[in-house]
C-alpha cells in the first residue's frame, strides 16, 4: 500500500517517531477535487461579493407577499437563489479546511460564510412570519393560481405545522442574528480536538515510537496486541482527561445554547424542539430507548461469549472492537481493492446505482488519506444543489475502513439520488432519513462478505462483524441518546454538569449496556468529551433508527428483488418531498412502532445462535 510512494509500514514502524504525511505528499487521484465546486478561491469571492450585493433586495419582498401570487413566487425564487450559491460556498469552504485545518485563509473562509448566513438568515427572517399572516384559505388560493408556486406546496403545509412555534418578524430576525453565535462551542470543540491538542508518542507492536493521532487510536483498537489496545487507549484520552474542564465547558454551551432556542420558540424542552423540525414524534425516541433497554439482552450475551473467547480474566472497552476470531481473509485492504469490494457487494442494486457509484470512484469525489491537520474521522458533504457530493476518510487499509467507505458512500449516493431529482426547495433529506442509507450499504456488504467465505473461520469472523455494527452502530448509538436526552434534561432541571457528573452518568450507561461482564475503565468515562455528533443537537438517535430500518429495508431487496430496490431508489430520490416518516412508510418501514428496533435485537440472536453452532 502506497501513500504516493511512502509505504504503509513506513508511517506506522519507523526506528523515529511517525509523522503523518504532507497533503503535497498524496497523489491527487487520492484527493478531492474541488473545483467541481469553484475552479479557484477568485471564484468562492466572486458567489460570495453576488450574494452581499444582492442581499438588500430581500427588502423590496419585505411586507409584499400577501399582495399577489407573482410577488410571493418573485420572493421565493429569489430566496432560492441566494440559498443555492449560500450552499455551494459553504460546502467549498468547508473541504479546503477540512483539508488542512492549519491553514488560516480557509479557517478564515469559513468563519465568513457562516457571518453571510447569518446576514441572509437575518435579511429573510421576515418571509416565515409574514406568509403565517396570510389566512390559509387565501396562501393555498395563491398557490393554486401559479403552477410555478406549487413546488412550495409541502414547505407552505410544514410551515402551517409549525405556526405556533414561528415567533414575530423582529423575533425571527434576532434569533438570525444570534445563529452565528450559536455555532461558537461546536466550532471551537471541532478545532480544539482536531488541530490543538496533541497526543502523547507510544510504542506499536513492534516496539517502534508513534504519534496517537484520532485515526490511530481507532486502528490501535483493531490490533491483536492486547497490551498495544490498552496502551493506546490510556494514552489516547489523556488530553480528554487533561482538558476535562475545557472539555465540559464546551458541552454545556452547546446545550444551553439549544436550550434558550427552544425555549424562545416555545417548545416544552430542546428535544422536542429537534425532533419536530422534522415532525417526528417524542414517541419515537422514547420507543427507541424503552426498547432498546428492554433488550439488552443480545448484548450481554456477547460480551459474555466476547470474554471467554478471548481467554480474558477481564473484558475492557478496549477489547470491544478486536476480533475474536483469526481467520480475517487479509491482514489489509489497499484502498483501490476497496473500492471494488464495496462495488460488487452493491450489485444487487442495479445499474443506475452502481453507474453513479462508479463515476464517484473514477472521478475524485473522495478524499482518501489522514495527512498532517487534515479533519479526523469520515463523513458524506451531503446535498449541496448542483454539485456532487463529496467524501472525507482517513485510509488506515482495516476492515473497519472497507465499512466506512461502503457507509459514506451510502450517504453520498443518497445525496445525490436527491440532488438530481428534487428540486432545490427538496435538494435534500433530514437527518432522521440520513443514516439508512449508509448502514443498508453496511448490511450488503456483509452479506457479501459472509456469501464468499471460503472457510468457516472467516464465516465466523464476518458474522462477529455484523454483531459489532449492531453492538456498536445501533446499541451504541442508543446509549449515546440516552446520554444526550439525560444531560439536556439535568440541565432543564437546573443541575450543573460538571466533568465529574457528566463522567459519572456516561459509565454508569455504558456499564448498563454492556452488563456485568465489563470492566469500565477510567478513561471510558470521559468519552462524552470527544464525541462530535454531542454537538449535533439530538442526531445520534438517528444512528440506531437508520440502522434499525436498514436492517428491515436491505432484508426486503434481498427476499423481494427488483420491486424492493425501485422502491429503495425511490426512496433514494425522495429528498425532503414528504415528512421522514411517510418517506420510510412508502419504502416498506413503519418506525413509530418498535418492530424495527425488535427485530434488530433478535438479529442479533441469531447471529449468536449461528456463532455458538459453528464453534
Known amino acids: 500500500m502506497l501513500y504516493n510512494d511512502i509505504s504503509f509500514k513506513k508511517m506506522f514502524s519507523t526506528a523515529e517517531v511517525s509523522s503523518l504525511p504532507l497533503r503535497g505528499e498524496i497523489k491527487k487521484k487520492y484527493k478531492w477535487d474541488l473545483t467541481h465546486i469553484y475552479k479557484n478561491d477568485d471564484d468562492w469571492e466572486k458567489d460570495f461579493k453576488w450574494i452581499e450585493n444582492n ?4 427588502e423590496k419582498f419585505n411586507g409584499s407577499l400577501s399582495k399577489s401570487a407573482d410577488d410571493l413566487l418573485h420572493c421565493l425564487q429569489f430566496d432560492d437563489s441566494i440559498g443555492i450559491k449560500l450552499e455551494r460556498l459553504y460546502l467549498y469552504a468547508m473541504l479546503c479546511k477540512d483539508s488542512d485545518m492549519r491553514v488560516t485563509k480557509y479557517q478564515a473562509m469559513e468563519e465568513r460564510i457562516i457571518s453571510l448566513h447569518s446576514k441572509v438568515s437575518a435579511a429573510g427572517s421576515y418571509i416565515k412570519p409574514e406568509l403565517l399572516q396570510i389566512p390559509d384559505e387565501k396562501l ?6 401559479r403552477s410555478e408556486l406549487r413546488v412550495y406546496r409541502h414547505n407552505i403545509e410544514d410551515l402551517l405545522r409549525t405556526k405556533t412555534h414561528t415567533l414575530s418578524k423582529d423575533e425571527e430576525e434576532l434569533l ?4 452565528e453565535i450559536a455555532q461558537v462551542p461546536y466550532n471551537t470543540f471541532s478545532m480544539f480536538t ?6 502523547p508518542i507510544i510504542k506499536d507492536e513492534t516496539g517502534n515510537e508513534i504519534e496517537i493521532s484520532h485515526a490511530r487510536y481507532y486502528a490501535a483498537m483493531y490490533s491483536k496486541d492486547r497490551d498495544f489496545r490498552e496502551r493506546a487507549f490510556k494514552n489516547y484520552y489523556k488530553p480528554y482527561l487533561q482538558y476535562a474542564n475545557t472539555f465540559a465547558s464546551l458541552f454545556n454551551g452547546n446545550l444551553k445554547t439549544n436550550i434558550f432556542n427552544s425555549k424562545a420558540r416555545k417548545y416544552k424542552n430542546a428535544r422536542e424542539a429537534a425532533l419536530d423540525r422534522f415532525n417526528i414524534p417524542v414517541s419515537v425516541y422514547d420507543n427507541l430507548i424503552n426498547t432498546g433497554n428492554n433488550n439488552l439482552k443480545p448484548l450481554h450475551r456477547w460480551a459474555a461469549i466476547k470474554k471467554e473467547l478471548l481467554e480474558i480474566k477481564e473484558l475492557h472497552p478496549y477489547d470491544a472492537y478486536v476480533t475474536v476470531f483469526n481467520d480475517s481473509p487479509i491482514d489489509k485492504y489497499p484502498y483501490d481493492k476497496a473500492k471494488e469490494i464495496v462495488f460488487d457487494s452493491l450489485k444487487p442494486l442495479g445499474k443506475e446505482y452502481l453507474n453513479i457509484l462508479k463515476t464517484a470512484f473514477d472521478n475524485r469525489w473522495i478524499d482518501v488519506y489522514e495527512t498532517q491537520a487534515k479533519r479526523s474521522g469520515a463523513y458524506s458533504s451531503g446535498t449541496t444543489f448542483g454539485v456532487h457530493p463529496y467524501v472525507l476518510l482517513n485510509w488506515t487499509d482495516l476492515l473497519n475502513d472497507v465499512f466506512t467507505l461502503t457507509h459514506e458512500m451510502g450517504h453520498n449516493m443518497h445525496s445525490h439520488f436527491t440532488g438530481v431529482s428534487q428540486p432545490f426547495p427538496y435538494a435534500n433529506y433530514s437527518i432522521f432519513l440520513a443514516e439508512v442509507a449508509s448502514t443498508f450499504n453496511e448490511s450488503l456488504l456483509l452479506d457479501y ?4 467465505a471460503s472457510s468457516k473461520g472467516e464465516k465466523l469472523y464476518f458474522l462477529e462483524k455484523y454483531l459489532n455494527n449492531i453492538s456498536l452502530t ?3 448509538q442508543v446509549m449515546f441518546a440516552e446520554f444526550e436526552m439525560t444531560a439536556y434534561e439535568k440541565t432543564e432541571s437546573g443541575i450543573a454538569l460538571t466533568p465529574d457528573s457528566l463522567n459519572d452518568l456516561y459509565g454508569s450507561l455504558y456499564q448498563k449496556y454492556w452488563g456485568s461482564e465489563m470492566v469500565v475503565d477510567e478513561e471510558e468515562h470521559f468519552t462524552w468529551a470527544r464525541v462530535p455528533h454531542f454537538y449535533y443537537n439530538f442526531y445520534v438517535y438517528q444512528y440506531s433508527t437508520g440502522f434499525a430500518a436498514s436492517e428491515v429495508l436491505s432484508k426486503k431487496v434481498k427476499s423481494d428483488g427488483e420491486s424492493a430496490v425501485k422502491k ?3 426512496f433514494l430520490k425522495a429528498g425532503s418531498s414528504d415528512y421522514s416518516l411517510n418517506i420510510l412508510k412508502a419504502a416498506g418501514v413503519d418506525m413509530s412502532s418498535p418492530e424495527p428496533v425488535l427485530s434488530t435485537a433478535q438479529k442479533m440472536n441469531e447471529l ?4 455458538e453452532s459453528l464453534i
Not at 608 to 611: A, P, S, T, V, Y
Open 568 to 570: 429503495y431508489l425511490n
Open 449 to 452: 462478505f459472509i456469501s464468499n
Open 194 to 199: 482536531n488541530a490543538d491538542i496533541r497526543f
Open 608 to 611: 449468536l445462535n449461528e456463532i
Open 140 to 145: 393555498w388560493e395563491m398557490v393554486n393560481f
Open 55 to 58: 442581499l438588500p433586495e430581500y
Open 176 to 179: 438570525a442574528h444570534a445563529s
Open 474 to 476: 445501533f446499541y451504541r
